[in-house]
């Protein structure tokens, strides 16, 4: 099969490698469409302390069942669960130990043994990938691979709004709109939220937020606090950018919190007042990855409560993945996508 290989930082192209075979408790899936993040630029930059090399990247992606292992129960569990060859199916990357204190505690996001599809071991950015049966969930015909293929940023985003628990009539601001930002707003706008603020320097993402009907959308932080001196209750940075992160640091609300969920570079470090954290009673929190989120995203997808058509800007083919890697670097477009099978 054709597989885009990266073989050390810096070093990448698409070649061959041979055609999966299921183990025992494994699928192997054709892969319909597999989304390009920022977690793929840390790979072939070489700044991600998890990834291995050589690896074929690839994490959030969605397509077809065409062999099942030989231990993989068949007929048994809901619709939701049988896994045969013909299955559509989106696949959860996060692999975790079972074995350490997190996994065993219901932290399995958290384990001291993380590992990730398309991080760790091959993943979808090949026209096949191998992955453990438990972690494919089964799609409702009515959603295309591409729209799928977004479940695991929407997984993200579930878990992040889940760690944040916002109350009814809480106010947000959203730093940053990129695709987990879109994501993120759409969840606000429906978590009964009387105000939904997001802030991009990118004005063309600002204008597709405003598509998705959020209250106002701003270029200047600092702009929009003259406006609301108050600040927001629940205040989101998705950028991972340290001073971006200060400035949504203050935007929070007295009594509020802030939700750190953008991924910044392991050695960055930010400033915040501790007085201000006590003195106005201001919870930090953070979200990594999925938590018990996935099927949940499968769900509201299915139901049409997350717009895919506003994030969906590009879909690439695989030879096209270094370009596909350079549009996100430049910020163009939201989602980037790659289509191993045109
Ligand atoms: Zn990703
Ligand atoms: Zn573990």
Partial sequence: MRAVIIDAPGSMGVGRLPDPTPKPDELVIRVGACGICGTDLHIVDGDSPLARYPIVPGHEFAGEVVAVG??????IGTRDTIMTVGTRVAVEPNLY?????FCRTGHENL??????IGVTVD???????????TKAYVLPEQLSFREAALIEPISCAVHGMHRLNPK???TFLIVGAGTMGLILAQLALRSGATKVAVVDLNTQRLQRAKKLGVDSIHTDINKLLEDEPLGFDCVIDVTGVASAIEGAFAAVKRGGKLLVFGVAPSEARISLSPFRIYNDEITVLGSMAVLYSFGTAVNLLSCGTIDTAVMLTTALPLEDFPNALSMVRRGEGVKTQILPHG
């Fill in 168 to 170: 009814s009539g809480d």
């Fill in 111 to 116: 384990c001291l043994n993380y590992a990730a």
């Fill in 123 to 133: 993943g979808a950015c090949a026209e096949y990938v191998t992955v453990p049966a």
């Fill in 97 to 101: 130990c079972g074995h350490c204190e």
């Fill in 70 to 75: 030989s231990n993989v129960p068949p007929g």
